[in-house]
């Protein structure tokens, strides 16, 4: 999972610098009649669109990760017997990941919002005095989602080992009874 969620957080972070690098070389869209330079808003807003849904689908993964290994770790330690601890060390890891999860989600809807706001298409007054509120945070924001990518990323490789460990003692447990150890390491 891992180098999975290494993978798409880096996809997520780059399509992030892209569509804060064409918003940037659009500049301000307050008073352009240019109608090339219009639709590369029409493309930064779709772009910023796809980029908030890859954002929250890349973290909805690391969360998903956690419940459904949680989960496993759980009912693995009951039906062999496991020491508990197991089961306390896969909670504190969910714990440790879940904040920079939602906290990813939320600076993502947070620059969303900001190019909303800021947007002359949508035809509310005052758009522009939002330009620059979205600009630094929508740069502020992509750095603060990149830290939170990393901050799961350190748990969910704590985790993976926490996984090895159970089938250690799975396989342990096993072989203890008498039972096929293959087939434990294969699932």
Request: proline share 3%; charged share 15%.
């Amino acid at each position: 999972m891992e180098q999975v969620f290494s993978r798409v957080s880096l996809f997520a972070v780059a399509l992030l610098v892209a569509t804060a690098g064409l918003g940037l070389w659009l500049g301000d869209l307050h008073g352009q009649t240019d109608p090339r330079v219009l639709r590369w808003g029409t493309v930064h807003r779709l772009s910023g669109v796809l980029t908030a849904l890859t954002v929250v689908l890349v973290n909805s993964m690391g969360v998903t990760y956690f419940i459904g290994t949680g989960r496993w770790c759980r009912e693995v330690v009951e039906a062999y017997g496991l020491d508990g601890a197991f089961i306390e060390r896969s909670r504190r890891l969910k714990r440790s990941a879940f904040p920079y999860a939602l906290m990813g989600m939320l600076g993502v809807v947070a620059i969303v919002a900001l190019g909303g706001a800021a947007d002359p298409a949508s035809g509310r007054p005052g758009t522009e005095a939002w330009v620059t509120p979205h600009l630094l945070g929508g740069l502020g924001l992509t750095a603060g989602i990149a830290l939170c990518f990393l901050g799961q990323l350190t748990p969910i490789r704590a985790h993976s080992g926490l996984v090895d460990e159970v089938m250690a003692a799975v396989r342990q447990a096993r072989a203890a009874r008498g039972l096929d150890t293959e087939v434990a390491a294969a699932q």
